[in-house]
């Protein structure tokens, strides 16, 4: 392995391997693991993702390459089926690729695996409830610093947003992750500038803009009114819109700054709504909850890693 485990980007802390049969005690696991802000990859939670994909060749993907550990859920039932034998032998080839420890293996009983050696230590399901189990699994993972995260819940958030119902914190979630997805793709200074307006700008007009004083900018990040605009400008492909005014009380020159949500919807009429009237409010909630503990310095320090750990009131690294 050319770098260590701890300093690679995975999209997942964990991917669960199991078969049908033992679903009710996984999908607690699956639960318990989220609760804590631990990023796992548990097939009900990812149908939307999954719809219309090559399972073979997605699967093989997130088996070998998305996570930092695949926790391997062992029974008889596991070891006859396809696609279980599938994510197995992805696994075990990233295994082999790290020639480091990747497999967690769970037994409910005594199967044996091809390719899964007697020797490696395992956890007796009987032993331990799934609550104890998703416990074990964060001591592993222990304490690291994110990069490029978002909470599972991102609790904090939706009550920002005021979003009570399931409806409204799904619709609040697909917009935020298309938002982390613009982020990432701006350069650092890009990324700063958005961050420094949404963060800092005034929000009376939501869920429009956000508008905010060019001098401010000026000052805040030394960057040019002109080069503020141009910069702007150029992130009109990702969603960010921006305007001159003039403020009538003499303020001085000012921009309202916006982030539209540039996905083509083919689904339900409320998350469409919420994308197309509340993206900047959401965006701009996003920078404000997830960076309001923090000085300047250490703000700007956790929108380049892109960590949104404190949009959640559970952290899952410690």
Same mark, same amino acid.
């Given at each position: 392995?050319?770098?260590?485990?701890?300093?690679?980007?995975?999209?997942?802390?964990?991917?669960?391997?199991?078969?049908?049969?033992?679903? =009710?005690? =996984?999908?607690?696991?699956?639960?318990?693991?989220?609760?804590?802000?631990?990023?796992?990859?548990?097939?009900?939670?990812?149908?939307?993702?999954?719809?219309?994909?090559?399972?073979?060749?997605?699967?093989?993907?997130?088996?070998?390459?998305?996570?930092?550990?695949?926790?391997?859920?062992?029974?008889? @039932?596991?070891?006859?089926?396809?696609?279980?034998?599938?994510?197995?032998?992805?696994?075990?080839?990233?295994?082999?690729?790290?020639?480091?420890?990747?497999?967690?293996?769970? &037994?409910?009983?005594?199967?044996?695996?091809p390719g899964l050696r007697s020797t490696v230590g395992y956890i007796e399901a009987s032993n331990v409830t799934p609550a104890e189990l998703a416990q074990l699994i964060r001591t592993k993972l222990g304490p690291r610093a994110r990069k490029k995260y978002f909470p599972p819940v991102p609790d904090?958030?939706?009550?920002?947003?005021?979003?009570?119902?399931?409806?409204?914190?799904?619709?609040?979630?697909?917009?935020?992750? /298309?938002?982390?997805? /613009?982020?990432? &793709?701006?350069?650092?200074?890009?990324r700063s500038l958005v961050a420094s307006i949404f963060a800092v700008g005034c929000t009376s007009e939501m869920p429009d803009n956000v508008h905010i004083e060019l001098d401010l900018l000026r000052r805040d990040l030394g960057v040019t009114p002109a080069e503020a605009i141009a910069t702007l400008?150029?992130?009109?492909?990702?969603?960010?819109?921006?305007?001159?005014?003039?403020?009538?009380?003499?303020?001085?020159?000012?921009?309202?700054?916006?982030?539209? !949500?540039?996905? =083509?919807?083919?689904? !339900?009429?409320?998350?469409?709504?919420?994308?197309?009237?509340?993206?900047? @409010?959401?965006?701009?909630?996003?920078?404000?909850?997830?960076?309001?503990?923090?000085?300047?310095?250490?703000?700007?320090?956790?929108?380049?890693?892109?960590?949104?750990? !404190?949009?959640?009131?559970?952290?899952?690294?410690?």
């Amino acid at each position: 392995m050319t770098e260590d485990r701890k300093d690679r980007d995975f999209e997942y802390d964990v991917v669960l391997s199991f078969a049908g049969e033992q679903r =009710v005690y =996984v999908e607690e696991v699956a639960g318990q693991l989220r609760g804590f802000g631990i990023r796992v990859f548990y097939d009900d939670y990812e149908r939307a993702n999954l719809w219309g994909k090559d399972l073979y060749e997605h699967l093989d993907y997130i088996y070998q390459r998305a996570a930092e550990y695949c926790i391997q859920f062992v029974s008889a @039932e596991y070891a006859k089926k396809v696609w279980t034998t599938h994510e197995r032998k992805s696994a075990q080839a990233r295994a082999i690729q790290d020639s480091s420890e990747y497999i967690l293996p769970v &037994r409910f009983d005594s199967t044996e695996i091809p390719g899964l050696r007697s020797t490696v230590g395992y956890i007796e399901a009987s032993n331990v409830t799934p609550a104890e189990l998703a416990q074990l699994i964060r001591t592993k993972l222990g304490p690291r610093a994110r990069k490029k995260y978002f909470p599972p819940v991102p609790d904090r958030l939706y009550s920002a947003l005021e979003a009570d119902t399931h409806e409204e914190q799904e619709a609040v979630l697909e917009i935020a992750h /298309s938002f982390m997805a /613009s982020l990432l &793709r701006m350069s650092k200074p890009e990324r700063s500038l958005v961050a420094s307006i949404f963060a800092v700008g005034c929000t009376s007009e939501m869920p429009d803009n956000v508008h905010i004083e060019l001098d401010l900018l000026r000052r805040d990040l030394g960057v040019t009114p002109a080069e503020a605009i141009a910069t702007l400008k150029g992130m009109s492909s990702i969603g960010i819109e921006v305007e001159e005014r003039h403020d009538e009380e003499g303020h001085g020159d000012m921009i309202t700054v916006r982030w539209l !949500d540039m996905r =083509v919807h083919e689904i !339900d009429s409320l998350t469409e709504n919420y994308s197309f009237t509340r993206s900047t @409010e959401i965006a701009a909630a996003m920078l404000e909850v997830g960076l309001d503990h923090y000085c300047m310095q250490c703000a700007r320090d956790r929108v380049e890693e892109l960590d949104f750990s !404190d949009l959640a009131s559970i952290d899952g690294t410690a």
